[in-house]
């Protein structure tokens, strides 16, 4: 099981820029979340899905997008990229939700300039 | 709304002393509760985790924590640090749809020699 696979682990973008962060498991887990990581601040819920077709809004939403047209996949889309999404970015997945265990990736750091 | 309050942002300690990382919640719901700790440059790994039964619960390397319902607290302890302790703990409570979890801002652990 290689468990949750992000990609990339590090990229800089220039402000108005867009990307795709991606995010894989292969533990058939319905639920997967993605998380940005500030200092001192802990974790803040961006997005999350309950299950292949199914998302909703975590906390801090704006300036993302996400999809999950697949149980393994869950990619989260940055558009218009602004110096205040300089974060390293997590991705995790679930099989009892807010229940059970959160297996996460390794992490993304993202730099805006 | 739930939440939770790590009481400390950092702890530093010396080798084979003993420690305690501080968490209050809020919630008024049944609560399910969890430390997950991250090594640097690394994702969130799952300590230990409080669901029901016995109070006080126990992880392979030696940390316990007491889920104490009328101070509303889930505190971290070990009786004996190592250098390879070293790391960021969160604490977390399960949100009311039990769908996601909710994380506090993270206690850095230093442990020197």
């Known amino acids: 099981n290689a468990g949750v696979t992000q990609t990339p682990k590090f990229r800089i973008l220039k402000i108005g820029q867009s990307m795709t962060l991606q995010c894989t498991q292969d533990?058939?887990?319905?639920?997967m979340y993605w998380y940005r990581q500030d200092p001192g601040m802990g974790l803040k819920l961006i997005y999350y899905?309950?299950?292949?077709?199914?998302?909703d809004k975590g906390e801090v939403p704006n300036g993302y997008n996400v999809s999950r047209s697949t149980t393994e996949d869950f990619p989260l889309r940055l558009e218009l990229a602004a110096p205040s999404q300089t974060s390293v970015y997590f991705c995790?997945?679930?099989?009892?939700?807010?229940?059970?265990?959160?297996?996460f990736g390794p992490g993304t750091r993202l730099t805006v300039t | 709304a739930q939440s939770m309050t790590q009481l400390d942002s950092q702890v530093p300690v010396f080798e084979e002393a003993p420690v305690e990382l501080r968490c209050n919640y809020s919630?008024?719901?049944?609560?399910?509760l969890f430390w997950y700790v991250q090594y640097p440059n690394q994702g969130l790994q799952l300590l230990l985790k409080?669901?029901?039964?016995?109070?006080l619960v126990e992880s392979i390397n030696g940390f316990e924590a007491e889920f104490n319902k009328s101070q509303t607290s889930f505190h971290l302890r070990k009786p004996s640090v190592h250098i390879s302790d070293t790391a960021e703990y969160f604490c977390?409570?399960?949100?009311?749809?039990?769908?996601?979890?909710?994380f506090g801002k993270g206690t850095t652990l230093s442990v020197s020699s």
């Open positions: 533990m058939n887990h319905n639920y």
């Open positions: 899905s309950v299950g292949a077709g199914i998302t």
């Open positions: 409080y669901l029901s039964g016995s109070t």
């Open positions: 977390a409570v399960s949100d009311q749809a039990g769908t996601a979890l909710i």
């Open positions: 919630s008024s719901v049944s609560v399910y």
């Open positions: 995790a997945s679930s099989l009892e939700g807010g229940w059970g265990e959160q297996y």
